[in-house]
């Protein structure tokens, strides 16, 4: 009873004057902070795992690789394989599963050991991140799920901004095993402190086929789409930051950090703004906005990536449109899929894995073939293709409102029902024409 009592327990409403968040939304916001740390703080440590695994750096990349690529592919069977279980339940398994492989990874003497815990580590994560989503979906006040998502996203963009460079830097000072040490006591003690509300909706029942009904809508297939186009367009030039902007930092890893901490900043602004703004304005303007903004940095890149200050300017803009609309596609894949949230999320977390690798491989490709500064176009391309299946999803959900909207203008319209007149004692019973 007292853990549920306060786990019902909320924060501040906010400045909007809006009904207050679970407290709850917090605590899973954090263990996204554990994920998000865990997930990019290792491209950071590779040179000294490479060392201490008896690898080349290389070879220890491939550790990012198969975490990225057992992310992408297990977060939708996940969410089919723990459907019919409650979310704290699910919360719960992810969590231990995460930390678990996380602390093997840490201690493991060989290469194939760490392997072994960062493929544990990402099942875990592609379990958490989705169920995570989804519970602040469900468990949103009403008219404020745009801003639970964007608690529980604010993890992810915290963890860019705050979790990689402080890991990076006590991995420097303590070695990289005490930093994936100190993700695994954060994951843990999260796991120990998730209580859901005992009156949290666990989700409906239902058999595979129904759970996998969202994939026949038009419009949740563009959604991911947008995802995928849109990852794909920024990480054909994040891959390669140090190349693209190496005339603003002149080789220099310190100011390399200050873009990248100007990003994090930007990153965890827009993930804040996107949550009201979608509450207030809808999905659909957030969503466009936020494109357009990364399209419009990218394509200006060639231009701002000369001298260090309009680059940190155009890096903490790019953070901002590019955290931007994750809070916006979340929000209208629940809608559109309001039974399957889980699914749904978790196709959409595959989407951002999928999209990340092939922009990290279209830069690849398109940086031995054109000047380094110059990749900021071709991305914004990509970008475009993004912005076009937003506009394409948006049809397809009205196109697919429009009978629903119809039906019910009919029955608006209709004539009412003859009303039977009041009888009073004595008079025969009233009968319809």
Known sequence: MRADRAARSTADGGLDGGPSMPAVLYLLA?????????????????????????????VAGQLVTVFALTYAVLAPVAAVVTGRWSRQRRLRAALALFTAGTAVSAVAPWFWLAMVGRVTAAAGASAYTPAAVAAAGALAPEGRRGTALAIVISGLSAATALGVPLGTLVGGALGWRFTLLLVAVLGAAVMAGCHLPADAPAGAVAGLRERLAPLRKPAVLLVLATTLFALASEYTIYTYLSLIFGAATDGRTVLLSALLLAFGVGAVIGNAVAGPATDRWGDGPVLLLALVGVVAVEFLMPWTTGSLWPSLLAMGLWGVAGWGYLVPLQHRL??????????????????????????????????????????????????????????ASNRARDAANAPASAANADNAGADPAPKPPDLKPGKRSWSPP
């Open 30 to 58: 954090l263990g996204a902070f554990a994920v998000g740390t865990d997930t990019f703080v290792i491209a950071g440590l590779l040179s000294e795992m490479g060392r201490s695994l008896h690898v080349s750096t290389t």
């Open 334 to 391: 629940m809608a559109l899929a309001p039974g399957a949230a889980s699914l749904t999320t978790s196709l959409n977390s595959s989407a951002i894995y999928l999209g990340a690798s092939a922009g990290s491989v279209a830069g690849g490709v398109l940086i031995t073939q054109l000047p380094a500064r110059s990749i900021g176009c071709p991305a914004a391309a990509i970008g475009l293709l993004a912005i076009a299946s937003a506009l």
